[in-house]
């Protein structure tokens, strides 16, 4: 039965991600784009080997506490799983594919920030994977899949890897899943 709670909790803030992105794609000027970036800690199984779960919680609240200061006060952060972050900035007519290497590029570099645990130092990777949404946007169920889609392309690529969405791409992973 405590099962049923955080599934529910998970479906509900999926939900909610997603009504802020379709909110965000509808208000969103005619030459606006967005990106939309999921990250993954590498290795988290050995994360949370090593510290516990209540040292796995310390280290999604600082982190999440350090993407929300970076971000700006419109973009959203939401973490959607035990060391997994979604990220979707605000629409912009100037956001194109080498923005949003650099802004992934930044999220890797806050989470490469050693953190201190009991004394330790524990520095951590990531992966990334986005994609670029234009108008005529799609839903932000099938942008949160393309992001998705990537982030697993860049995990298989190995650690600290960055990979944008490409539907090519997409199509020959799926083949091979």
């Avoid at 991600?17 to 967005?34: S, T, V, W």
């Avoid at 988290?44 to 993407?67: F, H, K, M, P």
């Avoid at 930044?106 to 670029?132: C, H, K, M, N």
Wanted: aromatic letters at 6%; one cysteine or more.
């Amino acid at each position: 039965m405590e099962d049923v709670v955080p599934n529910d909790q998970h479906a509900t803030q999926a939900d909610e991600l997603e009504d802020q992105i379709n909110d965000m794609l509808f208000a969103a000027g005619p030459d606006a784009r967005l990106a939309l970036v999921c990250l993954e800690l590498d290795n988290a199984s050995d994360v949370t080997r090593r510290l516990g779960e209540a040292g796995l919680q310390n280290i999604q609240d600082r982190l999440q506490a350090r993407y929300a200061s970076c971000l700006r006060s419109r973009d959203i952060v939401v973490r959607t799983g035990p060391l997994h972050w979604t990220f979707v900035t605000t629409p912009s007519a100037k956001m194109n594919l080498e923005v949003a290497t650099a802004q992934a590029t930044r999220l890797q570099d806050i989470a490469d920030e050693p953190l201190f645990v009991d004394d330790d130092r524990l520095y951590l990777g990531s992966s990334i994977g986005f994609t670029i949404a234009q108008k005529p946007f799609k839903g932000a169920h099938v942008l949160l899949l393309q992001a998705q889609s990537a982030l697993t392309e860049a995990v298989l690529n190995g650690p600290n890897s960055i990979r944008a969405f490409t539907p090519s791409k997409a199509s020959k992973f799926a083949q091979t899943q």
